[in-house]
């Protein structure tokens, strides 16, 4: 009996090595993911520089939001919806020697 | 759980116009490819028929040629006419577009799909292989002017599009002159010259942009062609110019970001 949960001890040690081993390897032989640049804000936050009098006015944050809608509306924008690509259909009905 | 209730009740009633907006496209969308899938489905046996009858030649596989021919052409026109109410409502639902505009290409639309009832109604009284082939080139003929009308439809849903970005800009454009107006007592000299360049430059990307949906709106109402190759070369010019025009926006709109960092930021 203790022979017995010994030796099923025993393989489940060597399958989890095995396992382990194997899981390592295939890891290893896997291509790297290709870093993403960080790109590179084109305008960086002036973080040291004094806000000016009206960047606190609702006028102001109201503008500043409604340009920052804009742009967001812009890149949303899809010129061609593709669902709407004419239906292709057969013309002719191919009896030839009518 | 009254409290819930209500706010359930009211959350629904909110959101209840939001759905039907959108379904109706939607479900005219789910139509047009149901009836796609039929119109495949009547080709393929049409096909299979005409094969053998064009080879045999006998009683059987004409009747059979007849018979799926007309269930075929039925098909083709149910499958053009649910793209042809996908156009329309999708015109329904383009915020950017006038009243005016939606109306011109929906009666477009309208007429294209009456030729289509009509051509429907010959169908059903096709008696042999000669009087389909003489009704279906019929739809034939018309063809290209449906087509021309089809790509007319797309391009005023894409300048529809695009108007809406615009009225958008605008009105952005008249907040910014408004707010360097505001501000302009306690800005330098030299910080005003140069909002002014900056919102002038602004202006004139919207002008580049009016310029180009002008040439877009002329090429459109003269779109035609001897072929369906010979309109779509046409229509990808049009969208190249429709894609140059949201350029235009796009620039401008980054000048507007740039003119609101000035505008936020002491010297």
């Known amino acids: ?38 790109p590179i804000n084109a305008q960086p936050t002036p973080s040291n520089r004094q806000e000016s009098a009206i960047a606190s006015q609702s006028a102001f944050l109201s503008a500043q939001q409604s340009v920052a809608s804009l742009a967001a509306s812009l890149s949303t924008l899809t010129i061609t919806d593709t669902i709407l690509n004419p239906p292709a259909v057969e013309l002719p009905l191919g009896f030839s020697d009518k | 759980m009254k ?3 209500s706010l359930l009740i009211v959350l629904v009633i909110l959101l209840t116009p939001i759905t039907l907006v959108s379904a109706t496209s939607e479900k005219a969308y789910q ?34 040629a007849l018979d799926t021919v007309k269930a075929m052409m039925i098909q083709r026109n149910s499958f053009l006419r649910s793209y042809l109410l996908l156009l329309t ?4 639902e383009n915020q950017g577009l006038t009243p005016i505009d939606k109306q011109l290409y929906q009666t477009l639309i309208q007429n294209e799909n009456t030729f289509l009832v009509n051509h429907t109604q010959l169908i059903s009284s096709i008696g042999s292989i000669s009087d389909a082939t003489d009704i279906s080139k019929q739809l034939e ?44 007592a306690s800005e330098t000299p030299e910080k005003q010259s140069t909002i002014d360049r900056w919102l002038l430059q602004i202006n004139n990307k919207q002008n580049l942009y009016q310029q180009k949906v002008e040439q877009i709106l002329m090429s459109n109402s003269q779109l035609k062609g001897n072929s369906q190759l010979e309109m779509d070369e046409l229509f990808v010019k ?20 740039e003119l609101i960092t000035l505008i936020q930021y002491k010297e």
């Open chain 2, 238 to 257: 049009i969208q190249n110019n429709l894609n140059e025009a949201k350029q235009y926006l796009n620039e401008g709109t980054s000048f507007m970001q």
């Open chain 2, 3 to 5: 409290a819930i209730l």
């Open chain 2, 89 to 92: 409502e999708k015109l329904n």
């Open chain 1, 1 to 38: 009996m203790l022979k017995k949960i010994l030796y099923t001890l025993l393989v489940l040690f060597l399958g989890g090595w095995v396992g382990f081993w194997v899981n390592k390897t295939v890891k290893q032989i896997k291509p790297s993911t290709p870093t993403t640049a960080t």
């Open chain 2, 141 to 184: 003929s018309h063809y290209l002017i449906l087509y021309a009308g089809i790509r007319q439809t797309l391009t005023t849903l894409s300048l529809g599009e695009l108007m809406k970005i615009n009225t958008q800009y605008k009105n952005n454009f008249e907040a910014l002159q408004k707010l360097a107006e505001i501000n302009k």
């Open chain 2, 31 to 64: 139509d047009y490819l149901f009836q796609y899938d039929q119109y495949r489905l009547k080709l393929n046996n049409f096909k299979v028929a005409r094969t053998e009858y064009l080879k045999f030649k006998t009683l059987l596989a004409e009747t059979t």
